[in-house]
């Protein structure tokens, strides 16, 4: 375009032409930058997905290590108990043996006292 043709001062059309040139830089380098942005953007959606899955993964080991907690605390009570049923009733068969101990020396006491009766009865 010609500045005389227009009628406008040549250092004007000038200063208008370098501004309408930087204009169009300026309008590229916004065009670049928010390409850049809606780039950005997508690669920190893909990232959110990522994570969340990731963070919903967590979340469930995190579930399956508590009820395994709890079934391996549930198993320990179950063992402890049959543990104190057995030592109740080792305890019981100790008193038992006990007693049939007593009642084993008790006997033998009796026959060796009516042995001793006999022998002295077939002696006269």
């Given at each position: 375009i010609n500045a005389e043709y227009m009628g406008v001062d040549e250092e004007k059309f000038?200063?208008?032409e370098k501004f309408n040139q930087e204009s169009k830089?300026?309008?590229?380098?916004?065009?670049?930058?928010?390409?850049?942005v809606e780039?950005?953007?997508e690669l920190l959606g893909k990232q959110e997905k990522l994570i969340e899955a990731e963070k919903l993964k967590?979340?469930?080991?995190?579930?399956?290590?508590?009820g395994e907690a709890e079934i391996r605390r549930r198993q320990q009570q179950e063992q402890q108990t049959k543990l104190e049923e057995k030592e109740a009733q080792l305890?019981?068969?100790?008193?038992?043996?006990?007693?049939?101990?007593?009642?084993?020396s008790e006997q033998r006491q009796l026959i060796e006292r009516l042995s001793g009766t006999d022998s002295r009865s077939s002696q006269l």
């Open positions: 000038g200063g208008t830089e300026f309008i590229s380098t916004t065009t670049q930058f928010h390409e850049m780039n950005l953007l967590a979340i469930g080991l995190q579930n399956r290590m508590n305890q019981r068969y100790i008193v038992q043996y006990e007693s049939l101990l007593k009642i084993e």
